[in-house]
C-alpha cells in the first residue's frame, strides 16, 4: 500500500521540535510505527521490540541497549520494555536534545504508568486513532476540530469524503484501521478474526489476567452490540457470564488500550436531574460490526443495530478531528428524567455546541427539538447541528443547522 497522509503528522512535528521524547499511544494496527516511520529523518534507528532479541537486551541490559541504539531513535511498543524509562530519562537530563525519542505503545495503562513516573515533563504524548474519512479521501488537513459554526460549516460546504447512505455504510462496515480500510481487497473477516485472536492473545492475557478466553470474546461482544448505549456493565457481565467486578476491569483495559470511549453524561450545578451513567462507543466500527456479525454493508444499514453505528461512526470523526490536532476534546451526552436527549454536547470555551446524530437524508425540526432543554441550565450555548445524511448544509432554525456526515 502507498503511504496514506494522517492529519497527526503536523502535531507530531511540534512535539518532536518542543520536546525530548514524542510517545504514540493508540490501538493495534491503527499506525502509529507507519506514520512515524515515515517522518522519521535519515540517520534515525529504528528498532522494535517484538524483535526477542531487542527485548531481551532491552530487559536485562537498557544501558547497554541504548548505546546500542543511539538517538536519535525509533523504539517501538515500549511498553514491553520499562526497564528503559529510567534510562531514557537520564539520557534525556544530560543531553536535553529536542525529538531525541520517538516511542510506541499499544497499552496506554502500562506505558502512561511508566511515563508519568519516569519522563513526566520530558515527553509529549500523542494519541492515534483510526484513519478518518477525509484522511481516507487525500486530504487530512480537513481533519480538524468541529464545532457547528456557521463560518465552520461554511468551510466545509465542498465535501469529498462519505455522504451517501451506501458510501456511508460500506465506511462504517470496513471501519478505520488502515490495514482494510485502504485495501479494499483484503478480506475483512480474515482481517478481524485475526485482529481479535493477536489481540486477545498478545495485549490482553497478561494485561487484563484473563484465564477464560471465551468469557472474554463474549465480553467483547456484549460490549460491541452496545454501542452508542448507556453503559451497563451488570448486563455485561451477565451476557459474558463473569463477575461484575470482572467485568469493570475488562472495560477498563479495553479503555485504556483504545478500543473504547466512554462519554460522560453533562453535570451543572444548576440542575441535578441528568442521568450519570456513561456512554459507550467502539473506536472502530468495522471491528464492532465484525464482532456482532454483521455480513455485509447492506445487512448491516437495514439491521436494528444501524443507527447506533451511524452515531458511533460520528463520534468517532469528531474525536479523530479533535485528538489527531492534539486539541482536548470535552463531549458529553445529555439526557434527563423527563426523556429529553441530546446526542452530543461539545464544552469549548465556556460554551456548549449541541449536536443531534440521526441516519436520516430528510431532516425535520422536530429532530432538534430537545435542544430547547438547555435553556434549563443557564449556560451559554451557542449553535447547534444535526449531522446526517444530507448533500449539502441545511438551515433548520436560525440557530441549528443540517449538516452533512461527509463534512465532519
Known sequence: MDYCSRTAEGFIRSASAQFPAVLVVGARQVGKTTVLRHLAEAGRTY???????????????????????????LIDEIQYAPELMPFIKMQVDRERTSGSFWLTGSQHLHVMKEISE???????????????????????????????????????REVTGVGDLDATFQAIFRGGLPGISLAPEVDRNLFFG???????????????????????HRFLRAAAARTACLLNVSEMARDADVAVNTARHWLAILQATGLLHLVEPFHSNVTKRLVKAPKLYFHDTGLAAYLTEWSSPRTLEAGAM???????????????????????????????????????????????????????????????????????LRLPVGPGALICLVHQSIPLTDRVTAVPVGAL
Open 118 to 156: 519516569s519522563l513526566a515533563g520530558r515527553v509529549a504524548v500523542v494519541s492515534l486513532l483510526g484513519m478518518s474519512q477525509s484522511e481516507l479521501t487525500g486530504c487530512p488537513q480537513r481533519t480538524a476540530p468541529f464545532l457547528p459554526l456557521p463560518e465552520e460549516i461554511a468551510k466545509r
Open 194 to 216: 485475526s485482529y481479535v485472536r493477536t489481540y486477545l492473545l498478545r495485549d490482553v492475557r497478561d494485561l487484563a489476567q484473563v484465564g477464560n478466553e471465551m468469557a472474554f
Open 47 to 73: 528498532v522494535t521490540l517484538d524483535d526477542p532479541t531487542a527485548l531481551a537486551l532491552a530487559r536485562t541490559e537498557p544501558g547497554l541497549f541504548l548505546q546500542r541504539f543511539r538517538p536519535p531513535v
Open 306 to 376: 444501524a443507527g447506533a453505528f451511524f452515531e458511533t461512526f460520528v463520534v468517532g470523526e469528531l474525536l479523530k478531528g479533535y485528538v489527531h490536532n492534539g486539541r482536548p476534546v470535552a463531549l458529553h451526552y445529555y439526557r434527563d428524567r423527563d426523556g429529553k436527549e441530546i446526542d452530543l454536547l461539545v464544552e469549548a470555551d465556556g460554551m456548549l455546541y449541541p449536536l443531534e446524530i440521526k441516519k436520516t437524508g430528510l431532516p425535520k425540526v422536530a429532530d432538534v427539538r430537545h435542544f430547547s432543554a438547555l435553556d434549563r
